[in-house]
């Protein structure tokens, strides 16, 4: 579970693993104070999760530290949506630009290299994959 945080009441995002058996939390790592991730997402093997805080992050399921630095940063885009292929495992982020035209989505491969980009509907920020 990802929570974003609530930074005007100094309330830090937290990644969370919980048993689905007894929904204990069995481990819980807080992002910092200025941090607000979203977007959580996890691959057809169910290995690794991605996540957006401003860049795309990636992480194995079973690690029990936050990554240190971004999988694929964001340098002039506003990062908004996030999926990831079941098919391929290519990563696909939406760019919400300026939330008034039309979003921008870039398509990236599994080991973070960027493939190809085209436009979208506004705020464009969720992924149907087939």
């Not at 169910?46 to 996540?51: A, E, H, I, R, V």
């Not at 008034?100 to 979208?120: E, W």
Request: charged letters at 15%.
């Amino acid at each position: 579970m990802l929570s974003s945080g609530d930074t005007p009441n100094s309330v830090v995002g937290k990644l969370s693993r919980i048993n689905p058996v007894n929904l204990q939390v069995e481990l819980s790592l807080p992002f910092g104070s200025t941090d607000s991730p979203g977007n959580l997402c996890i691959n057809a093997t169910k290995d690794t999760l991605y996540f957006l805080n401003t860049s795309i992050y990636r992480m194995e399921i079973n690690s029990t530290t936050l990554p240190g630095s971004a999988f694929v940063t964001s340098s002039a885009n506003t990062f908004y949506g996030l999926g990831v292929s079941d098919k391929d495992y290519s990563i696909y982020v939406s760019d919400a630009i300026d939330y008034i035209q039309k979003s921008s989505i870039m398509v990236y491969s599994p080991n973070g290299q960027l493939k190809t980009s085209f436009k979208a509907g506004i705020n464009a920020s969720s992924f149907y994959f087939e």
